[in-house]
């Protein structure tokens, strides 16, 4: 957030978990909504298994932009449990299939924030929350087609297959996809060219 303000942008973030994980996708869009003290965004960013939720965020916060940071792109027609019992190694890696980062700091260290420096993943391992919804999982979610969409996808992805996530991104989004350096988690290990991404996508939105 720090280095979005240095660019002159203002950064709202949240905790999707204090929500509870019971939720449909449409009423965490409706919640997420709900807490802004705007009606509406610009700009609409999410990480990770979050990407399920994008659209309904996106739409229910009339954004601009959404962008899928090294995230799961819904299909419509299967939920991500679909998939994941259809091939789960054409979208995870095999290795991270089990593991719990949030109890484990190795684990974390490995798959999340292995291209981080020391100091800063032993912060970042302080920020991690178990979010697990379930119902979202066994939904078929539609895209929010009429929201330009981007997707970040680094090359070194240990959770999620960076060449799946590559090829989600033309098939699904029907955009190229913004190949960076470095593991799952950029707004980590890569604030400042993160937010320079950022800024200039919200700046052609």
Known sequence: MAELSALGHSAVTTDLA?????????????????????PRVDVVVVHSGCG???????SATAARL?????????????????????NALAVFNS???GVDPVGDHRAA???????CSPEVSEWAFTTLRLFVPELVY???LP???????????????RTLRSEWMIEASRQRLGVAPVVIPGG????????????????SAMQSA
């Open 66 to 86: 959404q962008v899928y940071l090294a995230a799961f792109i819904p299909k419509g027609s299967s939920s991500l449990m679909d998939e994941f019992n259809d």
């Open 184 to 199: 799952h988690c950029p707004h980590m290990s890569r604030p400042t060219e993160l937010a320079l991404l950022l800024d």
């Open 138 to 140: 066994a939904e078929r």
């Open 18 to 38: 204090h929500f509870g994980e019971g939720l449909s996708a449409a009423e965490y869009g409706e919640a997420v909504a709900a807490e802004l003290s705007e």
């Open 109 to 115: 260290d490995r798959f999340l924030f292995h291209d």
């Open 95 to 97: 290795d991270w299939i």
């Open 52 to 58: 399920l939720l994008l659209p309904a965020i996106a």
């Open 143 to 157: 895209l929010a087609a009429s929201i330009p969409a981007m997707s970040v996808v680094p090359d070194s992805d």
